[in-house]
Nanobody, 127 residues
């Protein structure tokens, strides 16, 4: 029902910023909760941030403790896009970042709660 495409990854110095985008298909995108997950080298996939759809409390977001205060998730439903603004990047932020979506979702931090996944975008940190 929905296709997701991540973009915006690349090489950035520690302390720098990147903005990732998750572009979605479908005219019901505004009702989907979207989460960002990441998988670093030799590590398991971990939750980064999530934002709920319009069926939930407006502007409801959640973040992993490791990124709280540095990353911001937002969405532009008119553009069918969710963003992850990443500031003050650290070497441990280096990973493939994935967006995921589930209609009427709660903004869960659990990957199995999401139905649709993008293919990921690589974020590389230099020091």
């Amino acid at each position: 029902q929905v296709q997701l495409v991540e973009s915006g990854g690349g090489l950035v110095q520690a302390g720098g910023s990147l903005r990732l985008s998750c572009a979605a298909s479908g005219r019901t995108f505004s009702t989907y909760a979207v989460g960002w997950f990441r998988q670093g080298p030799g590590k398991e996939r971990e939750f980064v941030a999530a934002i709920v759809g319009i069926n939930r409390s407006g502007g409801s977001t959640s973040y992993a403790d490791s990124v709280k205060g540095r990353f911001t998730i937002s969405r532009d439903n008119a553009k069918n896009t969710v963003y992850l603004q990443m500031n003050s990047l650290k070497p441990e932020d280096m990973a493939v970042y994935y967006c995921a979506a589930v209609q009427y979702g709660s903004g869960s931090d659990t990957s199995t709660d999401y139905d649709y996944w993008g293919q990921g975008t690589q974020v590389t940190i230099s020091s």
